[in-house]
Nanobody, 126 residues
Framework: QVQLVESGGGLVQAGGSLRLSCSAS????????VGWFRQVPEKEREFVAA????????YYADSVKGRFTISRDNAKNTVYLQMVSLKPEDTAVYYC???????????????????WGQGTQVTVSS
């Protein structure tokens, strides 16, 4: 059973940067796509970014395209989300998740993920 742990969240001013990490234990991440999602109270969890198992393909929500970069280091069993030019509307709890889906076309859909971390809070002040 894989365990995912997010870290790197915090409080930052608008325009600032943060790098989130998603570390796995219990099994390797290297065979699976990994996604980042975020959620604010009373709203559904929304897709942020995803990366294929080998890091060749990346996908982003329109709202973060050009500002966020997802990457992975399979040797460290870790996936990263570099966030720059942060906006107050990026404030949320950020979750990483492991996809069981063998392809890439469904990675924006949270139904195709079956292992989730506990989340890390990102707060962007104006």
């Amino acid at each position: 059973q894989v365990q995912l742990v997010e870290s790197g969240g915090g409080l930052v001013q608008a325009g600032g940067s943060l790098r989130l990490s998603c570390s796995a234990s219990g099994r390797t991440l290297s065979s699976n796509a990994v996604g980042w999602f975020r959620q604010v109270p009373e709203k559904e969890r929304e897709f942020v970014a995803a990366i294929s198992w080998n890091g060749v393909r990346t996908y982003y929500a329109d709202s973060v395209k050009g500002r966020f970069t997802i990457s992975r280091d399979n040797a460290k069993n870790t996936v990263y989300l570099q966030m720059v030019s942060l906006k107050p509307e990026d404030t949320a709890v950020y979750y990483c998740a492991l996809s069981y889906y063998s392809g890439n076309s469904k990675l924006s859909d949270r139904k195709f993920y079956d292992s989730w971390g506990q989340g890390t809070q990102v707060t962007v002040s104006s």
